[in-house]
């Protein structure tokens, strides 16, 4: 192919394409492994496509390949250090609160056998180079209720008008996720106090590539106030204090900053949440792509795009005799007795039941349909079948295209929010490290998971789906916030006690006033207010490098 560095340096501020030794800008024909039956496909540019490099230079030739915008080409404005122009904030230059674990750690962690102990529950952490944290053996208060949790698949698929963005579909652990989960900033990443690890398989270790801590959840776990005609209107009141433990990682995959998230909450509740952060995949700006993304900078476009993170939960609630009971809200029209005066009306009530076989769903609408791992073997103090519910979240979503070429069978895991399965031994992982190559024959098929057997009273495995439609928008520039690319799932018991199993935490406050004196007393439990002072060191100073090993 002949030289069009030319065209090229006019078009994209200096930046020349020299022929067919530069591979940067290629269109080719790849199909098959034979290199030598490859061919230039065309160019694209200014949203139209060129077959041929006469075709291009004609329209330079033309005037047609001039650019509206022109990129800028200093990139300070991407960097995520201190923005001067933004303006200074008042008293910002105070340091921000923070939880450091003032009472000492509440847990405990056996490092060799990667063990963790903490308020009555307990599981064993486990890593691989592509998926990264697993956890087995998740058991509260003795009893198990997880075999396996962990990440299965990280999809990200984008949307555009333009060739490069319109076919990009990534499965980050075809990247080694795991690999890319390195150091923290304690303090920032990961609280003051932080039990940090490395992680490592058997070359390198990513120094505190692993963080876990106790953190204030800044609510009550429980609390009611007891009211009373007295000078402080109660005569009882009662809080408990809100606290998890939680483990975390955060895995850098090319552009994006995935924060993965497991709360282990006092109540017997497990929470599993992603954040994303990082470098939007973006487009060169053109005015008629609105529907496919804003403009965010000087001639870029932020990409519209989906991100589905799925996980796999091998529950056993009990025991591997499980099954998955649905319970539905419907609406009702009925009439009772004692209001003879409404007629017909309408309330609602719940239809149980229990689903029979293997298949992917989605959640209900307006969250009308609970679902619960129960056994149905093993009842509770009041004759309830025990087991855990699945609590959708905050943005709960699968992939908005489902026929697309690019993720045609080698993303079905990220197409419905919920599925089950029954577990079986050579179903271990949902997806491949090849899945990238080949979207419409997949070296491992999700669907094929789903064969229609029962699923009643048997080992099941439950797959689940956090991600977040990418609105994109100016304030993804220069990365996008956690604060609003954030998804979560949270198991609970349901009937799985026979009460509320805050009863028994010390870290709470229980106070009376007396009905005849009026004088106020308070029991702390044993656990007062410790005062100490604090010490915190420079993080930065403490960063490990990649050992090699």
Known sequence: MSNISDITAVSFQGGVYFGASDERSNFSATSGTDASSYSLKGFVTGEKFYPTIEDLRAAFNAGELGMECDETLDADWAMVDYKLELGKRALEERLAPATPEIGGKKYKVDEKNQYVDYMGWTFYIAFTQTLGVMFYDIRFKGERIIYELSMQGATAQYSSNQLKTANTVYHDTCYSLGAEMGTRIVGYDCPWGSTTYHQSNATVINSNALCIFEADMNFPLSRHRYGANNNYGFNKLGAVKGVQLIVRAIATVG????????????????????????????????????????????ATQGSLHDHII?????????????????SELKAVEQSQPWFP???????????????????????????????????????NAWG???????????SNIHLTTLNSPWSLRNSELAKTHLAVSKQR??????????????????????????????????????????????????????????????????????????????????NRRWIQVDDDTGKLSFEDYGVGLDTCPITLEEPAEHIGGVLTV
């Open 310 to 326: 799925t996980l796999k939960t091998d529950f056993d609630v009990l025991g591997t005799g499980n099954s998955p009971q649905v």
């Open 384 to 394: 309830e079948q025990q087991g855990y519910r699945i609590v959708p979240g905050k």
């Open 341 to 379: 005066e409404l007629g017909v009306f309408e309330q609602m009530k719940m239809d149980i039941s229990i689903m029979q076989t293997e298949q992917q769903f989605n959640c209900a609408a307006n969250d009308e349909v609970m679902y619960v791992v129960l056994n149905p073997n093993e009842i």
């Open 255 to 298: 552009n994006y900053d995935y924060m993965f998230d497991y709360g282990f909450h006092t109540d017997g509740s497990l929470e599993v949440s992603v954040r994303a952060s990082g470098y939007l995949q973006s487009s060169f700006y053109y005015p008629i792509q609105g529907n496919w993304g804003p403009r965010i900078q000087q």
């Open 425 to 506: 031994d050579t179903e271990v992982f949902a997806n491949s490290v090849q899945f990238a190559n080949n979207p419409a024959h997949p070296q491992q098929e999700f669907s094929k998971f789903f064969e229609g057997e029962n699923v009643e009273d048997e080992d099941l495995v439950v797959w689940f789906n956090l991600g977040m439609h990418h609105f994109t928008r100016s304030e993804d520039v220069p990365v996008t916030l956690y604060t609003e690319a954030y998804s979560s799932f949270v198991f609970a018991p349901q009937n799985f006690f026979d009460r509320a199993q805050d009863g028994n935490l010390l």
